[in-house]
């Protein structure tokens, strides 16, 4: 995908959406980049705010090393 995922289907980020959120975190659980997630600058600002809500309000954990050593 080289187009923003969130143009392409005309939703916003949201808090509420963590099935969406996840797929920008990375195994680790980390935010990931603009380089290899390809979401546009306004997107990536708006999805990186509903994240942070997101993890506040524990629909989202902060790290995970489930997985991964
Ligand atoms: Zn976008």
Not at 11 to 23: H, Q
């Amino acid at each position: 995908m080289t187009k923003c995922f969130f143009c392409e289907y005309k939703v916003e980020p949201s808090y509420k959406d963590t099935a969406n959120l996840d797929k920008f975190l990375s195994p680790r659980k980390k935010i990931v980049g603009r380089e290899r997630s390809y979401v546009c600058a306004k997107h990536q600002r708006k999805l990186t705010k509903q994240i942070k809500y997101a993890r506040y309000l524990g629909l989202l954990p902060y790290v995970s090393y489930q997985g991964v050593r």
